[in-house]
T-cell receptor, first 112, second 115 residues
Framework: TQLLEQSPQFLSIQEGENLTVYCNSS?????LQWYRQEPGEGPVLLVT?????EVKKLKRLTFQFGDARKDSSLHITAAQPGDTGLYLC????????????FGSGTRLLVRP | KAGVTQTPRYLIKTRGQQVTLSCSPI?????VSWYQQTPGQGLQFLFE???????NKGNFPGRFSGRQFSNSRSEMNVSTLELGDSALYLC??????????????FGPGTRLTVL
């Protein structure tokens, strides 16, 4: 059973469309991070959210941490082909022996 | 500043063999974590080393082991390889101060194929 559930698993959209990726859990996290991974490379950190209800914006990307710190979302406005990649959420839990717990990932394809 | 480097980038082994992967963290980073990424299970935490000591450990069998040297470079070893060990092995380093939320920087990974 995945501790962090990501949805959707796959997303293929046209350039210019908006999209939202969800990351849900029944567990509380002290922080949640979003990464993007491209083929042949390791994940690259996009943002870290720490406070319940926190919203962070990174150009056309908006990240939100749920009030209860159990879920998060990533919204992309006017997607571009350069946004194509694997998006991963990862949670950090206080007192856990696990460094980071990753979601299953959302593979995004933005068609020109 | 140079990023995290991993060697080798690609490796092909046969069942029963053992393998050692290497990771050089970003200069000044003291924490090195290892992850296994497969299409079926996604990214899973293997272990973390800090100041030459294993600090955290994921849920992997004892065939998976690691160590960290005084210069923070780390190696992981997998003995008695199984087909299911085929994966991308990622190393991540961080500066890591105790109790703080940490930014991890990932290397490009080592693609291991077990035949």
């Amino acid at each position: 059973t995945q501790l962090l559930e990501q949805s959707p698993q796959f997303l293929s959209i046209q350039e210019g469309e908006n999209l939202t990726v969800y990351c849900n859990s029944s567990s509380v996290f002290s922080s949640l991070q979003w990464y993007r991974q491209e083929p042949g490379e390791g994940p690259v950190l996009l943002v870290t959210v720490v406070t319940g209800g926190e919203v962070k914006k990174l150009k056309r990307l908006t990240f939100q941490f749920g009030d209860a710190r159990k879920d998060s979302s990533l919204h992309i406005t006017a997607a571009q082909p350069g946004d194509t990649g694997l998006y991963l959420c990862a949670g950090e839990r206080s007192g856990s022996s696990y460094k980071l717990i990753f979601g299953s990932g959302t593979r995004l394809l933005v068609r020109p | 500043k140079a990023g995290v480097t991993q060697t080798p980038r690609y490796l092909i082994k046969t069942r029963g063999q053992q393998v050692t992967l290497s990771c050089s963290p970003i200069s000044g980073h003291r924490s090195v974590s290892w992850y296994q990424q497969t299409p079926g299970q996604g990214l899973q935490f293997l272990f973390e080393y800090f100041s030459e000591t294993q600090r955290n450990k994921g849920n992997f069998p004892g065939r998976f082991s690691g160590r960290q040297f005084s210069n923070s470079r780390s190696e992981m070893n997998v003995s008695t390889l199984e087909l299911g060990d085929s994966a991308l092995y990622l190393c991540a380093s961080s500066y890591q101060t105790s109790g703080s939320t940490d930014t991890q920087y990932f290397g490009p990974g080592t693609r291991l194929t077990v035949l």
